[in-house]
């Protein structure tokens, strides 16, 4: 996982911690897989960079909203703002797929007629939205940053609802997709709409903060998301996301949405858990 991550991120740390905080809801557990996750993390990244000659660096240009000012306590606290605005946005988006996932229980084993709803969804979604359509990854870059100063607070709440219900339309139609760069695209939009609001709000800060934080909030993994998104918009304001990404994972530590994520069982020598070797040691 920690190498597949690190060629898919771009990012040989990021994406081997992802892999490691992902299995849980309460942070990183199996230290002991670190290095090794990251050792396969680096050798994948310098084999997929050598093997399909893309450049080694940032894939977002945030440039065009000017140069990042020097850090002070103001953006510290701008953080720990913006992570809460995105923990919450995290538990709007965790309520809607709730939600679906309670409307549709009934039918939820005729998988024709879930993918006719759900394609219909994703359809009626774009022709109001066009730009919730696709993978999200490039359209961050194409779709969000390059209209950016085209697009009023509403219009960019707008979409970041609508691409909340795009994605639940296309997990629960039985699509190919997932949460991570659709959840950074949402974020995104949320953060450029509060600096299209609050102008003394950095965009690049704004949007960062928020994408940190309304992953986070799904995914519980914020050490992972800091870096890569860190990395990812070759930026240095990592203390300020990591700020917003560990606000969002306080805030919402008891809200989940993963039913695989698990506190790691302890075990012996014998491979047991304690319980099982009690008993067996009672048994005998």
């Known amino acids: 996982m920690g190498a597949a991550?690190?060629?898919?991120?771009?990012?040989?740390?990021?994406?081997?911690l992802f892999a490691l905080e992902i299995p849980h809801r309460r942070g990183l557990e199996y230290y002991e897989a670190v290095i090794p996750a990251m050792v396969a993390g680096l050798c994948s990244f310098a084999v997929f960079r050598w093997g399909t000659g893309l450049e080694v660096g940032g894939i977002y240009n945030f440039g065009r909203f000017g140069e990042l000012p020097s850090l002070?306590?103001?953006n510290l606290l701008q953080g720990l703002g913006l992570g809460l605005i995105g923990a919450a946005a995290g538990v709007v988006f965790i309520g809607l797929f709730r939600a679906m996932k309670w409307m549709i229980q009934k039918i939820e084993h005729r998988h024709i007629l879930l993918a006719?709803?759900?394609?219909?969804?994703?359809?009626?979604?774009?022709?109001?939205y066009p730009a919730t359509l696709f993978f999200s990854e490039q359209q961050i870059e194409s779709e969000l940053l390059?209209?950016?100063?085209?697009?009023g607070v509403m219009t960019l709440l707008g979409i970041c609802l609508a691409k909340?219900?795009?994605?639940?339309?296309t997990i629960h139609g039985g699509f190919r997709g997932g949460f991570i760069f659709p959840l950074f695209f949402t974020g995104a939009r949320l953060g450029l709409a509060g600096a299209v609001g609050f102008p003394f709000l950095h965009p690049t800060i704004a949007?960062?903060?928020?994408?940190?934080?309304?992953?986070?909030?799904v995914t519980k993994t914020p050490v992972s998301t800091t870096i890569i998104l860190t990395v990812l918009s070759d930026t240095t304001i990592l203390p300020v996301i990591a700020i917003a990404s560990f606000t969002s994972f306080l805030l919402t530590s008891n809200i989940g949405l993963l039913k695989t994520?698990?506190?790691?069982?302890?075990?012996?020598?014998?491979?047991?858990?304690?319980?099982?070797?009690?008993?067996?040691?009672t048994a005998s």
Do not use: H, K
């Open 5 to 16: 991550l690190a060629a898919f991120f771009g990012d040989p740390i990021g994406g081997p």
């Open 72 to 74: 002070t306590w103001v």
């Open 116 to 128: 006719l709803l759900g394609g219909l969804g994703i359809g009626w979604i774009a022709v109001l």
């Open 146 to 151: 390059a209209n950016a100063t085209s697009l």
């Open 164 to 169: 909340m219900l795009a994605i639940c339309c």
């Open 207 to 217: 949007v960062l903060c928020c994408m940190a934080a309304i992953n986070v909030a």
């Open 261 to 281: 994520q698990r506190a790691r069982a302890t075990e012996t020598l014998s491979g047991l858990t304690p319980v099982e070797t009690s008993a067996a040691a």
